[in-house]
């Protein structure tokens, strides 16, 4: 199931500034993994490593059990780069551009498989257009089209979306959806915690070098993910009557609404919070105080991401 085996990874630039500090990954076959962290947190740095682009200091990686520097050639054409932007050929035509990518790794001319990437891309229409008449959108899709031109069965996809428009994020994903679809692993960087959130199965976040997570989304937003039931009140309350002291409530909404937060990671748990809700259902009850609506909601991965980030600096 491994695909990729990364141990006890190091980057020291010759600067002496250290970029990654031991990092471990096995990345599954088939998985779409998604590498968050701040600015300069070492992302880059890390999936160039992968790629071979730039020395590891320290450690190794296996990609389909071949090492990535004894046996580059190998480990190498398993895998395709989408970097952000794309660099010269501004005059090149969109099939010379996807032709010649694959040629760089050796392989055999096939039109077909052109042809199948190109299609799959919704670039086939575009195929004779010069590169520089072509919109931001369809330059993204040149770019995984020159990746995969080689057939690699592992994508790896640097901010794939930085700076684009909604639409065309929406776009993009549907595309990394598709590929993954056909087989392919997907690996993506990105600073934006939505994208995590609609692509992801699993998510790695690193900071300053180091993996400080990684874990399924949704093992992750069901453990950190807190809970807040919020009930609107019939009648305003001035504050929080004495009876209730003991359960953790605050009033919002000017005195028309009580919120109550859990750990939502308790769910399902008998000891825990059902128990508390159904405590505290009782009280309000008891307490005269009823309520005409109500409502949950779970923090958001966005909010899971901050709190880790924070709590680790
Ligand atoms: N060639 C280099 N020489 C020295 N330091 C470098 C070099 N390349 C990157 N760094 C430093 O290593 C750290 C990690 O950079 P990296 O580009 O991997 O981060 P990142 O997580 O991808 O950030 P971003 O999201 O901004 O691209 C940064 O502090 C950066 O300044």
Redesign the pocket.
Known sequence: MTVIRVEDLSKV???G?Q?LKGIDLDIQRGEIFALL??????????I?VICGLVNASGGRVLVDGHDNVTDYREARSRIGLVPQELTGEAFSTVWDTVSFSRGLFGKPASPLHIEKTLRSLSLWEKRRNKLMTLSGGMKRRVLIAKALAHEPQILFL??PTAGVDVELRRDMWEVVRQLRENGVTIIL?T?YIEEAEEMADRIGV?RA?ELVLVEEKRELMRKLGSKALTLHLCEPLSRIPEALADHDLTLAEDGHALVYTYDASRQGDPEGDPAAIAELLAALQAAGIHFKDLHTRQSSLEEIFVSLVQESA
């Open positions: 630039y010759d600067s500034f970029a962290g701040p600015n300069g947190a070492g992302k880059t740095t890390l160039s640097d901010e960087t600073h690193i070098g």
